[in-house]
Each structure stands twice: as structure tokens, then as C-alpha cells.
């Protein structure tokens, strides 16, 4: 069983398809990171500031493809 298993993820209310990510609050106040597909595999761990950076870059549109 994943470490993670009491964790509660959320996922992105536009993911229609399946390929997305997941995200949860870990106890240590860190942002967990997942492939939704893939429940048991890798999670990426980021601070709060560092999730935020990446979430308000996001928003500005930095994080689009060409």
C-alpha cells in the first residue's frame, strides 16, 4: 500500500479524458503530486511556495505549449 493511501487527491474538474494529475495537502503542509492513472507510482512532493509559483504561472498562461 502507498504511503499516501489516507491522502485525499484532487483532480482538475477539465479532466475529461483521464490524462491528468492529482494533487493533495500532505501533513507536513507540502503539495503532493500524481499521475491520476497511475495511483501507486511516483508522487512528487513541493513546497507551498513552490506549488503556488507554478499554479499563479499557470494562470498567467506560462506554463502553455506553443
Not at 503532493?32 to 507510482?41: E, T
Not at 511516483?42 to 506560462?62: C, D, I, M, N
Amino acid at each position: 500500500m502507498s504511503e499516501h493511501a489516507g491522502s485525499r487527491w484532487t483532480r482538475s474538474s477539465l479532466s475529461l479524458n483521464g490524462d491528468c494529475v492529482e494533487w493533495s495537502a500532505s501533513a507536513d503542509g507540502s503539495v503532493l503530486v500524481r499521475d491520476s492513472k497511475d495511483p501507486d507510482g511516483p508522487v512528487l512532493r513541493f513546497t507551498r511556495s513552490e506549488w503556488a509559483a507554478f499554479v499563479g504561472g499557470a494562470k498567467l498562461g506560462e506554463a502553455d505549449l506553443p
